[in-house]
């Protein structure tokens, strides 16, 4: 015999699932609230990393069901909400996503939905990617700096420069200058 499960995740503490929860009723799904597992935690952590998750994951058994509201509620990328669902379908779970009509997409057509999700995502990102590389090529063809700014001016380096040749140490260095070890360091290394 089949169980429901519902999974409701938010990302902060001052967020609350009772929305999530309420859409999963109202799509029809009467869920045993011990079969609810809410959890506030970023999307980012992978789902099997997410304590409320993995609780979930224990409980679940062969043709049980999960119910989800969005995929996002999953992961953050298509690629953790792909493995993720991979996971649950090699032990029979099957997932339903009201965001998606409530398709089951461990089913063909939930796979296929799936593929096309993640090659929309993969687009998206690569065209993300194609934007930044074009941007940052204008911008050093414009001449302008490039990374984070230096922690001291040109001036201050030769002071450092020349502290150290006087043989005065790094910490005390840095201290002097209200920067980090690491600063005069890398200052150090570009010594002719």
Do not use: W
């Not at 063809?141 to 043989?167: D, F, N, T």
């Amino acid at each position: 015999m089949s169980r429901t499960f519902a999974y409701a995740r938010v990302s902060t503490t001052d967020q609350t699932p009772a929305n999530q929860i309420r859409e999963i009723e109202a799509a029809g799904f009467a869920i045993d609230k011990r079969r609810v597992v809410s959890e506030s935690i970023s999307g980012s952590v992978s789902a099997e990393q997410r304590p409320g998750f993995a609780k979930l994951l224990d409980r679940m058994e062969e043709s049980d069901v999960l119910i989800v509201t969005k995929l996002d509620r999953l992961g953050r990328n298509a690629m953790d909400v792909r493995a993720t669902v991979e996971a649950l379908a090699e032990r029979g779970v099957r997932v339903h996503c009201l965001a998606l009509g409530g398709v089951d997409l461990t089913s063909a057509a939930g796979r296929m939905t799936m593929q096309v999700l993640n090659a929309v995502a993969e687009f998206e990102r690569d065209l993300l990617i194609e934007r930044t590389n074009a941007g940052i090529a204008r911008a050093k063809a414009e001449g302008k700096p490039m990374g984070r700014p230096s922690a001291l001016s040109e001036r201050h380096r030769a002071e450092v420069l020349q502290k150290i040749g006087e043989g005065m140490s790094v910490a005390s260095i840095a201290k002097e200058y209200g920067t980090s070890r690491q600063t005069i360091m890398r200052i150090r290394a570009t010594a002719p």
